[in-house]
């Protein structure tokens, strides 16, 4: 199969068509950013790196080069519900969604992913699929979390051809399921407000595996400033943000020692191998795994492509 990744990142599309027993003839991945390239061809040596999203000219894929897949998850940044005064698709990030469109109709996949954020507004929801339908009419959209095959928060939308996608079967997996043995900080309770036998009894751990467990929160608890419980799920990754938490959130890992995640952790609630991303500082390990694919949902949604 022949693979157009359009915000590759660090390929994490490339490892979902490895878990899915899908075979590769060539990939080719348009990405920027030089440390998410540099993690990708450490990987993967074989990937064919085209640049910009907006510069890709139809030339890439003449003399019998045909794309059985055009897949890519379009810069959330002026659609997601974290920002302010959000603009949408009419704004420059988001906005290359149109790129990707103009990608399509050149390039006439068979079969086609495109990931988003699931708490757009339905207005820009139903902009976008109106649009891709435009294109192809059997395209559809669903709402998949990370949650069912990880111990991450991470609910996105998914627009796609492929047939008959389903959600996949929840593996029951928490947070502490993926933590490294030893790793602690010196970050105190002290400033941490917890009420623990009313917010959090021991009931209500055995109860929420698949929920967001609070514990407490530093100053103000701002959104990296909450502190969260081992025993559920982790907020969702992001590639910004800022506070104690930045990033990854907070997490009681041992009574009394609250602590971010580390960036091998944070690779297993990608659903990626150990060290996929070493090789580049920890903040830009953190930024590329925030702004990645789930490994596990894209496998799952590839595996529904129809065998010849």
Known sequence: M?????FDGVSCARVALD??????????????????????????????????VKTIPHAKYENGIGIDLLIGGFPCV??????????GLAGEKSGLFYEMIRIHKEVKPKWFVYENVASMGSDQKELI??????????????NINAALVSAQQRKRLFFTNIPNVTQPEDRGIILKDILI??????????????????????????????QLIK?????????????????????????????????????????GIYRKLHPVEV?????????YTEGVSATQRYKMLGNGFHVDVIAHILSFIPKK
């Open 129 to 142: 699929l109106k649009t891709i339908q435009e294109i192809d009419p059997t395209a559809y959209v669903i």
């Open 267 to 275: 690779e297993r609630l990608m659903g990626l191998e150990d060290g």
């Open 215 to 255: 514990v407490g929160h530093f100053n103000k608890g701002g959104q990296g400033d909450r502190v969260y419980s081992v025993n559920g799920k982790s907020v969702t990754l992001s590639a910004l943000g800022g506070g104690r938490g930045a990033k990854t959130g907070l997490y009681e890992t041992t009574q």
């Open 78 to 87: 002026d659609l997601s519900i974290a920002k302010r005064e959000r603009k």
């Open 19 to 52: 878990r899915a027993g899908i075979p590769v003839e060539e990939y080719y991945a348009s990405e920027i950013d030089p440390y998410a390239i540099q993690i990708s061809r450490k990987n993967w040596p074989d990937i064919i790196q085209i640049g910009d």
């Open 181 to 210: 043995d030893g790793i602690e900080t010196k970050e105190k309770s002290l400033c941490v407000t917890a009420t623990y036998s009313r917010a959090c009894p021991r009931d209500y751990f055995e109860k929420s595996s698949r």
């Open 2 to 6: 022949k693979i157009l990744s359009i």
